[in-house]
């Protein structure tokens, strides 16, 4: 062991010495003593600088090491590092020590600045020359790897090599890792939360979605989900091709074609219907699908008109003489594929379940109507009642108080008749006749509100799904062209059935409305044109509408088209930058607010802290409240992919001295923390519920609603306080009106769907849900106009599993949540209160006569015993001792604890069929009995539905699930007379 010195200045002396070997000498010393000696040592440095910088020098690296060590102590990091890389393989990335990690990870951020400035992304090895940057630098980082790789830390040097761009170590890692699948996995998640742009998880995906199907078992619903960051519709047809057509044995392509369906539902819930288009038509361009019934309900072109292209040249009824006919099962799975991406199955299902589930509770909607004294709270009741009853087709409340419901006029007409769409959304099969007394009538005077409305409600039925209704809805649109309430609803009707279709010739009919410059009609149709190009980014769209808003004087035309704007805009990041700046920096406050809601769209999910700084800039500095509160809202939208951000964000903002900030703060939250129950997010809102400013309080409980969406009682403490707190609010008679309509609002909302639906912008696996997305932005605009509230409804989702067979139907089997009944139970339902029927007072009856009662009986007792002839009746013993004849018997104590121990045993398990609600809590407790006749193809923590495979299949005794609604109701049946006989 080496001496310790008190004092470096010896050593330091020696490197005034002529002999290198001294100085060699005096270098490795004063790398031993460094740490203990750097004081003394950094008033020399410039003599070991010298050293360094001298190349007859050979051992010009050692003290470029001594050099770093002491920059180090100095707590100059960046004269350290370069230093460090002048030491070449003296520094030694090997070495356990503060130093050698500090600057690694120094090495690794200098690295990756590098990379981004040069625009480099290395996929495949290069030439250290070839990267543009320092050698140096490269060499440290290709050491780090290998070292890496040599220790089998493989998830390590794959979280590096992303965030440095370095693909080609990640390819490597992937290979060479003895457990492929999980690695693959352990990528795909990196790549969905790491990636800082959209540009690098595609070339992320583009690397990793050929090896997933390189291991040994084949992954493709994760290559899947690859394809669909990607948007590559080619890969997926052909993939799904490859599935349906498996020619392996009967057990494998089984199981192959139950992916592919599972992929195909994926697609439905993860992709815009402009894209399932493209891939229906890819699948059919093929020359496969002879069946002429088989594209009738996926096909809604994105071009001007359906009948151009080679997309539908697969119907044609003599095919090519070389393409082989395809045999029936191909042609039977491919019809099943196309009828999936229609969305056709997702919607029935969805209707069947929540059909089946309803749980609402009418009581709190009455409780609501009783305290309802004007048409601001009427008309939120009416939208809570729709949010509570949302695709369950359950209008009773309506029906049972239509006199109540009748009070409606002029524009509460129009929304009141709208909710109907909410309620029997989904219901697809039915809605014309469901909505046929309200719906425009040549040979009826016009009602517009009521027409206006009902054309509202027909595109909430078909949200998404509107190939049934299109022809139907522009034929009102032309019809009514003087009617501005009736264009209103039918333009919102069109936004919402074409939704992300990209239809230019939807398009076109409603910018032809827009051009009139009438302010209903012009709002309405603003917001349509957005919703049918939602996420095309279309450049001639963009300043058609921008320069429309700029030009206009109409407000109410101008914030429909900053919606309408913005959703255009929907992901495309920076593809649309130049316009979100020009928008940003407007003179005009509406071309400002505008601006908000596109960096919200753009960067939706995408958790860009630069985005969030720009936000908070205009949160805090903007003259108008408008645009601060939607700058703030934006923040929501774009941390929705990491809810756990957004509290810290915004918690300033939350006690701002603006009450527009503090109403976007809470916004922010709910639409960040949609659905998880954040209690972080709920204590920042929780002290606005008693601001002194209405619409802040409003704001906060509609924000806290969709934060506690599908959250039960039992697994999450504030539910049941913020319901009384709900409850309390509407029936304060001095609580004003704007409050109560937040607090009314909030109540529909906590029940969606029948208490079975969620709110999720983003799924477990990385993809924004549109429909959620859009659902949001837009309700925000019930600041203006009320009917929009509605919109709200494109954001609930089944919070549900659904198990399907390889037929498409639901099968009877059971599974088990590993949790206590009581954590996941539904909310108690009100009771009524019953009225106390007076009890009848007893007879007094006094002890002197119960004396006097005894004696008779022990004499009559007495005379029995004597024989005699008179002897009266003797009183019971039982009666004697103050014991009814009818009591009870005494309790069996041993049952009862047996019962109680049973009770114990089953208490934390809950065997749930199919289809079953789960909250989205309960998602992690769900475990599948693998000796079970059925096995899932994905894991059940996804939710949503999922295919199983049957290890039985083709036996006759599978049980089926009977539908909720099964087709039309039976006529009623002809009148007949009884008789007894």
């Known amino acids: 062991m080496a001496q310790s010195l008190s004092s470096a200045g010896g050593l330091i002396a020696l490197l005034s010495d002529e002999d290198p070997e001294i100085q060699v000498y005096a270098l490795e010393r004063l790398n031993e003593v460094v740490n203990e000696h750097w004081t003394e040592i950094s008033e020399h440095i410039s003599r070991l600088e010298v050293l360094h910088e001298n190349e007859e020098f050979e051992h010009r690296a050692l003290a470029a090491l001594v050099v770093s060590k002491v920059y180090y102590n100095l707590g100059s990091l960046d004269d350290a590092l370069v230093f460090a890389l002048g030491a070449g393989d003296l520094f030694d990335v090997t070495v356990k020590s503060e130093y050698v990690e500090t600057l690694i990870a120094k090495c690794v951020d200098k690295y990756t600045e590098e990379q981004l400035k040069e625009g480099l992304t290395i996929t495949e090895p290069l030439e250290l020359e070839a990267c543009g940057i320092d050698v140096r630098l490269v060499k440290v980082v290709n050491r780090l790897f290998d070292l890496c790789i040599g220790r089998k830390q493989f998830c390590e040097a794959i979280g590096i090599a992303i965030e440095t761009h370095r693909l080609d170590i990640v390819k490597k890692c992937v290979t060479l890792a003895p457990d492929m699948h999980s690695i693959l996995n352990y990528c795909y998640q990196v790549a969905v939360s790491l990636a800082d742009t959209s540009r690098y998880r595609e070339m992320i995906f583009t690397v990793l979605a050929p090896l997933f199907t390189e291991q040994p078992t084949p992954d493709y619903l994760t290559k899947s989900h690859c394809y669909i960051f990607l948007q590559e519709y080619t890969g997926l047809a052909a993939m799904l091709q490859h599935l349906i057509s498996s020619k392996k044995d009967e057990k494998q392509a089984h199981l192959d074609r139950v992916t592919a369906y599972q992929i195909a539902f994926d697609l439905y819930n993860t992709t815009s219907q402009a894209f399932c288009t493209q891939l229906s038509s890819s699948l059919t361009s093929s020359g496969t699908a002879t069946d002429n019934t088989t594209t009738s309900d996926v096909t809604m ?121 909410v309620i029997h959304k989904g219901h697809e099969k039915e809605a014309l006749t469901l909505l046929s007394t309200y719906l425009p009538s040549e040979s009826s005077m016009s009602h517009g509100y009521q027409d206006g409305g009902s054309l509202y409600a027909l595109g909430l039925i078909h949200a998404n799904h509107g190939a049934p209704v299109l022809d139907y809805l522009l034929a009102k649109l032309e019809d009514n062209k003087t009617n501005e309430v009736i264009q209103h609803g039918a333009c919102l009707g069109l936004g919402l059935a074409c939704l992300a279709t990209e239809r230019l010739d939807v398009y076109e009919y409603l910018k032809q409305c827009l051009m009139r410059d009438d302010a209903v009609a012009g709002e309405a149709a603003g917001l349509a044109m957005g919703l049918v190009m939602t996420g095309s980014g279309n450049r001639d769209v963009i300043a058609e509408m921008v320069n429309y808003s700029q030009n206009t004087q109409h407000d109410k035309i101008c914030n429909g088209l900053a919606i309408g704007i913005a959703l255009t805009m929907y992901k495309k990041q920076g593809d649309v930058e130049s316009w979100i700046s020009s928008l940003e920096n407007g003179k005009d406050q509406h071309i400002r607010r505008t601006g908000m809601h596109c960096l919200a769209m753009a960067y939706c999910g995408t958790g860009d802290l630069k985005v969030v700084e720009r936000l908070l800039h205009y949160a805090v500095s903007d003259a108008f409240g408008d645009v601060r509160r939607a700058a703030v809202t934006a923040i929501g939208f774009v941390l929705c992919n990491n809810p756990d951000l957004c509290p810290d964000m915004v918690r300033l903002l939350s006690e701002s001295f603006n009450p527009y900030v503090r109403c976007g703060s809470a916004m922010a939250l709910g639409i960040a923390c949609a659905g998880t129950g954040s209690m972080a997010a709920y204590k920042i809102i929780e002290p606005l519920f008693k601001d002194s400013t209405n619409f802040v309080r409003q704001g906060a409980f509609i924000a806290a609603a969709m934060i506690l969406i599908s959250q039960s009682q039992g697994h999450h403490t504030k539910v049941a306080d913020f319901r ?18 937040g607090a009314i609002m909030a109540q529909g909302i906590l029940d969606a769907g029948g208490r079975n639906s969620t709110i999720r912008l983003m799924d477990s696996t990385g993809h924004l849900h549109m429909p959620s997305v859009v ?190 609604i099964d087709g039309p109701e039976p006529d009623p049946p002809e009148p007949f007379e009884w008789s007894e006989d």
Not at 319 to 347: C, F, N, Q, W
Not at 787 to 813: G, I, Q, R, W, Y
Not at 932 to 956: C, E, H
């Open 301 to 421: 072109t994105t071009g001007e008109s359906s009948g151009d292209g080679g997309s539908t040249n697969t119907n044609d009824e003599h095919p090519p003489a070389d393409v082989a006919e395809p045999p029936d099962h191909y042609k039977d799975a491919m019809k099943k594929v196309l009828s999936i991406l229609s969305g056709e199955r997702t919607v029935e299902l969805s209707l069947q379940f929540l059909v089946r589930s309803n749980h609402s509770d009418l009581l709190v909607y009455r409780h609501i109507k009783d305290h309802v004294r004007n048409s601001i709270c009427h008309n939120a009741a009416i939208i809570a009642n729709g949010f509570a009853h949302c695709g369950t087709t359950s209008d009773v409340f309506l029906r049972e108080d239509i006199e109540w419901l009748g009070q409606a006029s002029n524009w509460a007409k129009f929304t009141a008749t709208a909710s109907l769409g």
């Open 724 to 741: 009384a707190l709900l409850k309390s609010t509407v029936a304060d008679s001095h609580e004003e009106s704007i409050s109560k309509f």
């Open 775 to 964: 659902g949001c932005l837009v309700f925000q605009n019930f600041w203006y106009w009320f009917p929009v509230s509605h919109m709200l409804s494109l954001s609930f989702t089944p919070s549900a599993v659904v198990f399907l067979n390889e037929d498409l139907k639901m099968p009877k089997c059971e599974y088990e949540s590993l949790a206590k009944e009581s954590t996941f139970a539904y909310p108690p339902v009100v009771e009524v209160a019953k009225v106390k029927e007076k009890e009848k007072v007893k007879t007094a009856v006094l002890s002197t006569t119960v004396k006097a009662q005894a004696r008779e009986a022990k004499k009559a007792s007495q005379k029995a015993k004597e024989g005699g002839s008179t002897a009266a009746t003797p009183m019971e013993p039982e009666k004697m001792l103050g014991v009814e004849e009818n009591a009870p018997e005494p309790m069996d104590v041993s049952e009862d604890t047996t019962s109680k121990k049973e009770e114990e045993t089953t208490e934390d398990k809950i065997v749930l069929d199919n289809p079953a609600h789960v909250w989205p809590a309960q998602f992690s407790t769900l475990r599948f009995d693998p000796e079970s006749r059925y096995s899932p193809v994905k894991k059940l923590t996804y939710g949503g539905i999922v295919m199983v495979t049957d290890t039985q299949r083709g036996s006759a005794d599978e049980s089926l699930v009977k539908p909720a």
